[in-house]
């Protein structure tokens, strides 16, 4: 069984557009996260999102939205997208903030 | 807030030669460390994990951590490289007061 899966695994896509990537874990963590990896392989956390509570990395643009429907699922949609949004997003799942996170697999991002 | 530093964000052995990849780490609290590592087009994925006990932690694929308070460091070892231990390594830490840092990565080459 997948502990961390997203869906798409690619998504190319045009300036502009609006688009989401779904991120679902079913080892019953509290805490979810979005990750953007860049070119150079250095992660940046985007959210962090622990029982409705909501943390958001100030440098994220606000077109960047997580929505959470349940404790298992954690989406990430972005509003305009530009081509600086092009990335590997990964999302992860940990027990506690304190505790080692799981990762998905990751989203190729690209915007042309 | 707690941080990492990795020193040297390429290492070069050659097979059967020994793998040291440094991290040093900054934080005001008691801290949890980590090794993730992450192959080529996947996420990343727990090498090993310091939390308080054992000052040196033993992981999978034959790799190894000490926890060293006074150098602030949580250096990673493995006695001999493997061709199939080429990837990418992040080192992380993650305290009571804030969410996991990571460090900007270490690629490592082996050289047959």
């Known amino acids: 069984d997948t502990a961390v899966s997203q869906t798409p695994k690619y998504l190319v896509t045009q300036m502009g557009n609006d688009k989401s990537i779904k991120c679902e874990q079913n080892?019953?963590?509290?805490?979810m996260y979005w990750y953007k990896q860049d070119s150079k392989k250095f992660l940046k956390i985007m959210f962090s999102y622990n029982n409705k509570e909501l943390i958001i990395n100030e440098t994220v643009p606000n077109r960047f939205s997580p929505k959470s429907p349940d404790k298992a699922h954690l989406n990430l949609h972005i509003n305009s997208l530009e081509l600086g949004d092009s990335a590997v997003y990964f999302c992860a799942s940990s027990p506690d903030s304190l505790y080692e996170q799981y990762f998905g697999p990751g989203t190729r991002l690209t915007v042309t | 807030a707690q941080s990492v530093t990795q020193l040297g964000s390429h290492v070069s052995v050659s097979e059967g030669a020994l793998v040291l990849l440094r991290c040093n780490y900054s934080s005001s609290v008691p801290p949890y460390l980590f090794w993730y590592v992450q192959y080529p087009n996947q996420g990343l994925q727990l090498l090993l994990k310091?939390?308080?006990?054992?000052?040196l932690v033993k992981g999978i694929n034959g790799f190894e951590a000490e926890f060293k308070k006074s150098e602030t460091s949580f250096h990673l070892t493995k006695p001999s490289a493997h061709m199939s231990d080429a990837a990418e390594y992040f080192c992380a830490v993650s305290d009571r007061n804030n969410d996991m840092r990571f460090g900007a990565g270490t690629r490592l080459t082996v050289k047959p």
């Open positions: 310091y939390t308080s006990a054992a000052t």
């Open positions: 080892l019953g963590h509290d805490t």
